[in-house]
């Protein structure tokens, strides 16, 4: 098993120095504007495309024992993961030409579409979330479903503003979430995607020179968010056999879920379209407060590694699915009415007097 653990790990570094010699021979690189995207240098995309080949090659190819798609358990998560081609796909001809924000709700809302109808699998009870007994929805889980795991994967993407961001919050996550799986007896396999991602950041954070970075774009960003969302979704819709409870996700992904609803609801106060591009997310208005890019990772990181094992704690003493939801309630409001909404009227106001 070591050699194997060793094959995908040397494989895994061979894509990702693959694509940073390979994409920026054909244009295919981020570039700086000045506003929003402020790195030096173009840089390689296609750090989505790296982490589903390695992860691919992991898991069906070295380690199919373990597989998620050969564990009766875990067949749904196989469906997803093949239909995340479709969202990478579309990602990358974003990439390359953007497209209409209306073609990549499409696509996301279809490929959701898809799983459901191949897997069977969406949210029908949300669980005790408001003290007075479990949350049965039904069929309509499955609109429900739909709508959470398209704005998981925009989330995610609006998210990727500052190098290793999206990368360290999916690690926090998928690495809390083996941990409870193994808890739960089942296999180990799951692990592997947080060797991954620890591989992509060792590029994507430039440790290895400027050179050899390599962003995830929005093609990776959207997969990472769409490949979380139903990781989410399918391990916590199985019955008695769940490894985690529907509230539990909002601790998980709480950074990227806390900062997509406060932009939503700022830029419908602003009467903007919720996806028009702007510098009021969660990094930005810390850079924007004089932190340095540096400061603002390792704040973020370290909140979202305190949610994650706040998830775990809950977990272990069993603390109630109400006391959860309202507590991540709570969290949510207070940064929004005390730290976003009073700094994005101060940055807007700063913009005007200029």
Known sequence: MLVNYLIATTLTVIFFWFITFIFPRFGIV????????????????????GLFLSTTVFMYVLFPEYSVGVNHKFQALSVVWFTSIIILAMGFLDDIKPLPASFRLIIQILSSWLVIILTDVYLRDFGNLFGFGNIYVGDIGIPITIFMV???????????????????VAFSAATVVSILAWINGESGV????????????VFNLG??????????GDSGAMWVGFITAWFLVTLSSSGNESIIKPVNALWLVSIPLIDALSTFLTRLANRKSIFAGDRTHIHHLMLDAGLTKKAVLIILFSI???????????????????????????????????IKYP?????????KSK
């Open 30 to 49: 981020d570039r700086p504007d000045g506003v929003r995207k402020i790195h030096k240098g173009e840089i390689s995309l296609g750090g989505g495309i």
């Open 150 to 168: 398209v704005g998981v994967c925009n989330a995610f993407n609006m998210l990727d503003g500052i190098d290793g961001l999206v990368g360290l």
């Open 190 to 201: 799951l692990f592997l995607g947080s060797v991954v991602l620890i591989i992509f950041l």
């Open 207 to 216: 440790l290895l020179g400027r050179k050899r970075k390599v962003f995830l």
């Open 304 to 338: 979202s590694i305190i949610s994650s094992t706040t998830l775990l704690f809950f977990v272990s003493q069993k603390v109630e699915e109400s006391f959860q939801f309202f507590g991540f309630l709570t969290i949510w409001l207070v940064y929004y009415l005390i």
């Open 343 to 351: 700094l994005s009227k101060h940055n807007k106001r700063d913009h």
